[in-house]
């Protein structure tokens, strides 16, 4: 079946540092690739949604200069939360897409601290 | 109202016992629904996809779906400590939408089954 690579598994980080994570795509194009923020016994809330080759669309109230994402190709997406604080420690998870069907694959998560 | 609305429990039930998760949404026009379970630090999984009205089955699990009453829900018999987790609904896009594809969550509602 389809596999997304999510690597960090986990990241510790000093507060004001870049931290980067990244997801492939290990068997098929990931055409769209959605990126998650997870709070402790909370829902998956959508940052945003990056189409391969195009910029990505955030989610309201997320600020797009702080969460850089690059979807280059079409199995290669990454993450990079710039200059993180503590506020920012969270499970982050990505999920690709292939075309328009309804297979959504997730990568397994990130867990983010930042100190 | 939330587009996906998922009672949050906790549902606690017996070991052996069937569980019984809903999910109500919003939008009429839903086509198909899904459901994840979610471990606690790890990223949620795809448990079943359902899209026609009525029961689906596959193992321990059943999916209903009554699109006239915009309900579906996550039948889970002799259910096992390992079943313990939180079981997520997801509603995908409308064809023909601007959404990008992306999934409503519902927020989710923990299981515990206790032995």
């Known amino acids: 079946g389809a596999v997304v690579s999510q690597h960090p598994s986990w990241v510790i980080c000093k507060s004001g540092t870049s931290v980067k994570i990244e997801c492939r795509s290990l068997d098929f194009q990931a055409t769209t690739m959605f990126w998650y923020r997870q709070f402790p016994k909370q829902s998956l809330m959508l940052m945003a949604t990056?189409?391969?080759?195009?910029?990505?669309?955030?989610e309201q109230g997320v600020e797009k200069d702080k969460f850089l994402i690059n979807h280059a190709s079409l199995t290669l997406s990454t993450l990079t939360v710039t200059s993180a604080h503590p506020e920012d420690s969270s499970f982050y998870i990505c999920?690709?897409?292939?075309?328009?069907?309804?297979?959504?694959?997730f990568g397994s998560g990130t867990r983010l601290t930042v100190v | 109202q939330k587009e996906v609305e998922q009672n949050s429990g906790p549902l606690s039930v017996p070991e052996g016992a069937i569980a019984s998760l809903n999910c109500t949404y919003s939008?009429?026009?839903?086509?198909?629904f899904f459901w994840y379970r979610q471990y606690s630090g790890k990223s949620p999984e795809l448990i079943m996809f359902i899209y026609s009205n009525g029961d689906k089955e596959d193992g321990r699990f059943t999916a209903q779906l009554n699109k006239a009453s915009q309900y579906v829900s996550l039948l889970i018999r002799d259910s096992q400590p390992s079943d313990s987790a939180t079981y997520l609904c997801?509603?995908?896009?409308?064809?023909?939408?601007?959404?990008?594809?992306?999934?409503?969550f519902g927020q989710g509602t923990i299981l515990t089954v206790h032995p």
């Open positions: 990056s189409n391969e080759g195009s910029k990505a669309t955030y």
């Open positions: 999920s690709a897409r292939q075309g328009s069907g309804y297979g959504y694959t």
């Open positions: 939008d009429r026009g839903s086509q198909s």
């Open positions: 997801a509603v995908p896009p409308l064809a023909g939408g601007t959404s990008y594809g992306k999934l409503t």
